[in-house]
């Protein structure tokens, strides 16, 4: 018993070194893990890949030496990051296929061909998603449940899938992408995108406290990403603690990595600034949304 209680308090202090470490200097820690090329035969699978955020995290795994599964609906971008990659990293394998995740049953499908194609998924990125929400009552009820049903349903059929597999294998790292906007009710356009991550953060929980109950191997993470500016986003007038999608991607990674169960990303300042959100009033909230 002494030996067991000595072996989980070691674990914990390791553990919360490389959580402080991966959210204070991400790059750095990154560059660590890249010498060691601590993904060398695993393989990520990873949906929305085609652009943003998911091609970012892309292009890190394959500097880790993951094994790539890609999909989103654009071939021809996931065609391009392939060449792209391959040309930089010709020792991992990377695969793509086409994928609307509107398309509850083709997810099942690709997922199931992926852990074909490559025998194991080690990690699920369910990055897929949309922003395209906007105030309630203004007669916009398609475009509202539209980002709901991509951001949660479709979120969910992505973890359905995943976890079908890692259970199968009794092993896996799901990893979902949440956002900031999940800690409070937030209004305008924010609302309903709120919601449906606020959705997606406790379902990602309550499949952790599943594994926990259960003691299967498998781990799950949520990813709270504050500002990033990316392609999808160029256009829109800057933002509040904004940060290039270099610099936000890799801080994805790096919580990613060091097997967080929760992180808002960058850490500095989001990781305040989420628990100031969940306690200030609404009037000084607004002014950050």
Request: hydrophobic share 45%.
């Amino acid at each position: 018993m002494q030996n067991k209680l000595i072996s989980l308090v070691t674990k914990s202090v390791k553990q919360s070194k490389n959580h402080l470490f991966s959210a204070i200097q991400p790059a750095r820690y990154l560059k660590g893990l890249s010498k060691q090329k601590i993904g060398g035969g695993k393989t990520v699978l990873i949906t929305g890949a085609s652009s943003g955020l998911g091609e970012g995290m892309a292009k890190l795994f394959a500097k880790l030496g993951y094994n790539l599964a890609i999909c989103a609906r654009r071939t021809d971008r996931l065609e391009s990051l392939k060449t792209e990659l391959m040309a930089q990293y010709p020792d991992i394998r990377i695969e793509y296929r086409m994928l609307d995740v509107s398309d509850y049953d083709a997810i099942f499908k690709v997922f199931d061909a992926f852990a074909a194609d490559f025998g194991h998924i080690d990690r699920v990125v369910v990055n897929a998603g949309i922003g395209d929400s906007r105030r309630i009552g203004k007669g916009r009820f398609d475009t509202n449940r539209r980002t709901v049903e991509i951001n949660f349903i479709s979120a969910l059929a992505q973890c359905e899938a995943a976890m079908n597999i890692f259970r199968a294998q009794n092993s896996g790292h799901l990893v979902v992408i949440s956002s900031m906007s999940a800690m409070r009710g937030l209004p305008k356009h924010l609302t309903a995108y709120g919601a449906s991550k606020a959705g997606l953060a406790h379902l990602a929980e309550g499949i952790r406290a599943d594994m926990l109950l259960t003691k299967l191997p498998i781990k799950v993470s949520t990813i709270y990403p504050g500002y990033i500016r990316t392609e999808i986003n160029e256009n829109a007038k800057p933002l509040p603690f904004e940060v290039d999608a270099d610099t936000g991607t890799k801080a994805i990674i790096a919580a990613i990595e060091a097997g967080v169960d929760e992180a808002c990303v960058p850490s500095l300042p989001w990781s305040i600034v989420g628990q100031a959100m969940k306690h200030l009033p609404l009037q000084i909230v607004n002014k950050v949304s």
